[in-house]
């Protein structure tokens, strides 16, 4: 082996940084999508609706576009 096993313990014991908790950036957003998509607001809308709000820049919206409409097929009924 090229650690002892101390050194695995050690390396083990330090936590990891932060991971993604979602498969989502827009996973936060999620309730004001379902309400936005419930009144009839597409995906392209919202995601103009965030570069209207100066969440994401103009050149991300086509995936940001991509991102909602895959969040909310994974979140709806």
């Known amino acids: 082996m090229k650690h002892t096993l101390a050194e695995l313990l050690t390396k083990s014991a330090r936590s990891l940084p932060p991971q993604r908790p979602g498969r989502s950036a827009f996973r936060l957003l999620l309730p004001l999508f ?3 998509a419930e009144r009839g607001h597409t995906a392209s809308s919202m995601a103009d609706f ?3 709000e100066k969440e994401i820049a ?3 919206r086509v995936s940001a576009c991509r991102s909602i409409r895959n969040l ?3 979140h709806s009924a």
């Open 50 to 52: 965030l570069v209207q």
């Open 72 to 74: 909310l097929a994974r």
């Open 58 to 60: 103009p050149e991300r």
């Open 34 to 36: 379902l309400e936005m």
